[in-house]
């Protein structure tokens, strides 16, 4: 077992399992995953429908795709792309998470199975996906590169992985740690460990040591006038998404 969670930090755990039953509240710790949630799906919806050839006006377009959600959290992405059609199978190393994403989904009326295990170990199972979603993880997590490998390994021939996470550059550190943290109070102070945030070149030489082809990245960019997210070719200087193909 000890091999099987070798990317798994445990203190980085322990903060999500102390902020676990606040996932569904729009107002509370999680706030900021609410608000750009709607940014997220854009992205994630769209690059899945052209990488699978999927009709979004279809009332069910992902039907048949065999979704993972590794660190699932509540399950803010989870019961969308349940809604969509797809089998949805949501993993959280937090154990406090789960009871909670799996009483939502009921209250939604939403089939989702949820795991409290590591990526490692559906990986040593043999499990397959078509998508995997490492969303706003891997800042969190012990080993980066053997994260990705076993995003990977998960991967079926030709599936897509999405990782998400932040810039390090001194404006990330303005926005997540001071802003975020210490003058809006949206997260708890410490929640981010800005030394982990990984530069867009450096998650891209992740995917490619793990045998993924990298094809898109966009920045997620909030407008304090408009208080929304958006997409953005350009701008990748504190929130951004990548996808990658298995070859």
């Known amino acids: 077992m000890e091999a099987a969670t070798q990317t798994i930090d445990p203190a980085e755990v322990a903060k999500f399992e102390a902020m676990a039953a606040?996932?569904?509240?729009?107002n509370g710790k999680f706030k900021p995953l609410h608000m750009l949630n709607p940014c997220r799906l854009d992205y994630l919806v769209t690059q899945i429908a052209a990488q699978f050839g999927r009709d979004l006006k279809a009332p069910r377009p992902f039907d048949g795709l065999r979704l993972l959600d590794i660190g699932c959290g509540g399950g803010l992405l989870s019961e969308p792309m349940a809604r969509l059609g797809a089998t949805v199978i949501g993993a959280d190393a937090a154990g406090g998470n789960i009871p909670v994403a799996k009483l939502h989904a009921e209250q939604s009326g939403l089939t989702i199975d949820y795991r409290h295990c590591a990526a490692e170990d559906l990986a040593a199972a043999g499990e397959r996906f078509?998508?995997?979603?490492?969303?706003e993880i891997?800042?969190?997590?012990?080993?980066?590169?053997g994260f990705v490998n076993t995003c990977a390994e998960l991967l079926a021939p030709g599936g897509l992985m999405f990782c998400?996470?932040?810039n390090r550059n001194p404006k990330s550190y303005m926005m997540a740690i001071i802003g975020a943290e210490r003058v809006m109070r949206?997260?708890?102070v410490g929640t981010h460990d800005w030394s982990?945030?990984?530069t867009?070149?450096?998650l891209y030489a992740l995917i490619r040591g793990a045998e993924l082809d990298p094809v898109d990245r966009k920045g997620m960019v909030f407008n304090p006038l408009s208080?929304?997210?958006?997409?953005s070719d350009r701008d990748l200087s504190v929130n951004y998404v990548t996808a990658s193909v298995k070859r």
């Open 196 to 198: 982990k945030f990984v």
């Open 22 to 26: 606040e996932w569904w509240d729009p």
């Open 130 to 135: 078509d998508v995997v979603l490492a969303m």
């Open 186 to 188: 949206w997260l708890p």
């Open 227 to 231: 208080w929304r997210w958006s997409l």
């Open 164 to 166: 998400s996470t932040m």
């Open 138 to 145: 891997i800042e969190h997590v012990a080993d980066p590169q």
């Open 200 to 202: 867009p070149d450096e």
